[in-house]
């Protein structure tokens, strides 16, 4: 008997899952989930302690702690002029996974259009699929080294159903971090067409080579039409805390918390407090991380050119994308799922993360955010498939 609802039947184990399950089983070198081998600041790991101690271990309230609503909209004035109420204006979420997928089922209806850039984070098409709404996806493509995608063939994807663009910049899994110019004709569009923007922000703070994020909202018109979604995860090295928020005007974080009080009703109040002093007093640490994480990328980058490989250089996030055609090999999920026995290492194939698979089955994505004696043992590694 199939038991599972036909919207959810495309969505199997992730493949993040099948790749770790699949390192541990092979003692290979996990170089495919983007969670990082050191811990985050220790005074922050200290704040999250003391307020256990401190009996912060019930439900705190469901909007999340004031302490970090607060320090969320400080962030947001700070760094980027954008001003939100604290009270009104900002919901705190069990992670992003969570803040998109209660977006798109908040204000996305049954048969609704959202547009998708692809190769898209997986967690999106599974989103978009429980709202019973359609995804429509924009490709994009390697153009002089990075991967943009086109203003036409974006426009193009807009419909009368057409309902919310779903944009992820830093972009996981490509690191392409999108340019002014892209994010003005994202912008044009969701004024034309009346269209909300969700944005995945969640590597807002890792970014290389002096190329700056632009949140969305800061562009003319947007900030009343943009659901912005970040998390300490990334920035902080504490992805096992699943702590994220939205920033958005009232009216949209009314539907999303309305959605969001039947998922998980409220965040872990420990993680809230530590994530709110870590707002406040480790951005230094944040930006040590950002250069440290530029060294490993290039680190590994040289690596991965050594053993053969095309290399994509990204521009954030933890990610590097390889072209596998020069090493011979046609199939990134073939490679990737016989690559432990061939060199013990593991890597996620990108072409999961299309709606049609062949466009993206040359390239296999590999994780940087090791440590580097990691990254220079997968390296020696590789060197065997040369």
């Known amino acids: 008997m199939t038991v599972l609802v036909g919207r959810m039947r495309e969505f199997g184990t992730t493949v993040f899952a099948e790749m770790t399950a699949l390192a541990v089983r092979t003692g290979s070198i996990n170089l495919g989930q983007g969670f990082p081998d050191e811990d985050g600041p220790a005074a922050m790991l200290d704040r999250a302690v003391e307020a256990i101690r401190d009996g912060f271990n019930q439900y705190p309230p469901g909007p999340g702690v004031s302490e970090l609503r607060q320090a969320v909209a400080d962030h947001q004035k700070i760094r980027y002029g954008l001003d939100y109420d604290p009270d009104s204006e900002i919901l705190v979420t069990v992670g992003a996974t969570e803040a998109i997928t209660a977006a798109v ?210 521009s954030g996030t933890y990610f590097v994308q390889t072209d596998i055609r020069p090493l011979g090999f046609t199939d990134g999920l073939d490679l990737a799922r016989r690559l432990p026995e061939l060199a013990g290492v593991v890597a996620i194939p990108t072409q999961v993360f299309y709606d049609e698979p062949g466009t993206g089955r040359q390239y296999v994505r590999f994780a940087f955010c090791k440590k580097d004696a990691v990254i220079d043992e997968a390296i020696a590694r590789l060197g065997r498939l040369a």
Request: net charge negative; aromatic share 8%.
């Open 105 to 314: 089922l908040a204000l996305c209806e049954p048969g609704s259009e959202v547009i998708v850039f692809e190769p898209y984070y997986d967690s999106y098409p599974a989103a978009i699929a429980m709202a019973g709404a359609v995804r429509r996806a924009v490709p994009l493509r390697v153009d002089a080294g990075r991967f943009a995608f086109d203003p036409a063939e974006l426009a193009a994807a807009v419909t009368p159903k057409t309902r919310a663009i779903l944009v992820n910049s830093p972009h996981n899994p490509t690191g392409t971090v999108f340019t002014p110019a892209e994010m003005e004709a994202i912008a044009g569009l969701c004024q034309e067409h009346d269209l909300i923007a969700i944005t995945d922000e969640v590597y807002e703070h890792l970014t290389f080579d002096g190329v700056a994020h632009i949140p969305l909202a800061t562009l003319p018109g947007m900030r009343e039409r943009t659901v912005t979604v970040s998390s300490a995860g990334k920035t902080f090295s504490v992805t096992g805390w699943k702590t994220g928020w939205i920033c958005a005007p009232a009216g949209l974080i009314r539907a999303v918390q309305t959605v969001k009080q039947f998922l998980t009703f409220t965040a872990a109040a420990p993680w809230q407090l530590a994530v709110a002093y870590a707002l406040r007093h480790e951005l230094e640490w944040v930006a040590t991380l950002k250069d440290a994480l530029q060294g490993k990328r290039d680190r590994l980058m040289a690596g991965l050119a050594a053993a053969g490989f095309e290399v994509l250089r990204p």
